[in-house]
């Protein structure tokens, strides 16, 4: 795992746009996995910016998101599919068929959890996995006491997650669907590559937890330390828990691989 100190949420939020730009001009057939919530919101920003700007195509990637309510309508302006769409789907030259989000409504939940790991080994696996971290350290919906090995699957949603994601309903937690579908912590630990981007001071304390504490299946987020290759970008007010800043701050001015983003 490696940890980046940017000194402002735009640049950390920059520097996680920067890093799959460039994987998207290495690969253009890159596969990612895509994450929903307010921390994501300005790099699907920038990343429509490259593509307005500087011809960045999305035509030939293939996305996967984390997670999608149970239960919203079709076309409901909450679900995660609506989000993606808004954001950053309509936004692009992305092929709609080559974007998957797990399917909500599907008859059979079950099926549609196994169906979507199936759709994820057939496309090759995800190359680049984008994450958030909630205020339970949870990766996807991968609430505490998830199995470090778990695969997609349906969750309930624990009451504290049901209170941060109230502000999309309005404010009105008894709005927020009681359950999920969710790639599995296992799922995306199979990612080759994994970027977490965290801001913003009331995120300080878990991450803390997730990077420096023990890996434990009650913050999912601290599986992300048996990664081989995992980068956690922050800004000033999320490092600020963190114990080796200093150390954290060397590496990346050090190596070779960061001198570009500098």
Not at 74 to 92: H, I, V
Not at 201 to 207: F, G
Request: with cysteine; net charge negative; charged share 25%.
């Amino acid at each position: 795992m490696e940890v980046i100190i940017r000194p402002t949420v735009d640049a950390a939020a920059g520097l996680v746009a920067e890093l799959v730009a460039a994987g998207i001009r290495e690969n253009p057939r890159l596969v990612i996995g895509f994450a929903t919530g307010r921390t994501m919101e300005r790099v699907y920003a920038l990343l429509v910016k490259e593509h307005r700007e500087r011809r960045l195509s999305f035509a030939q990637v293939t996305t996967f998101n984390l997670d999608e309510y149970t239960g919203l309508p079709k076309g409901s302006p909450d679900l995660y599919r609506s989000y993606m769409q808004e954001r950053f789907f309509g936004q692009t030259d992305i092929e709609p068929a080559n974007t998957f989000l797990p399917d909500g409504n599907a008859r059979d939940l079950d099926a549609e959890c196994a169906d979507y790991e199936e759709r994820i080994t057939r496309a090759g696996g995800i190359d680049l996995q984008l994450l958030g971290i909630g205020a339970v350290g949870h990766i996807g919906f991968n609430e505490p006491l998830s199995a470090l090995r778990s695969r997609t699957r349906v969750k309930a949603l624990s009451p504290q997650t049901i209170a941060q994601n109230a502000g999309a309903f309005g404010g009105d937690a008894t709005k927020v669907p009681r359950r999920a579908i969710t790639m599995g912590v296992g799922t995306i630990l199979d990612s080759r590559r994994v970027l977490l981007l965290a801001t913003g001071a009331d995120k300080a304390e878990i991450i803390a937890k997730a990077v420096e504490g023990p890996v434990t299946s009650m913050i999912s987020a601290s599986a992300l330390q048996l990664h081989p290759r995992c980068t956690v970008v922050v800004d000033e007010a999320a490092a600020a828990r963190l114990t080796q800043q200093e150390y954290y701050r060397w590496i990346f001015e050090n190596e070779p691989e960061w001198k570009a983003y500098q």
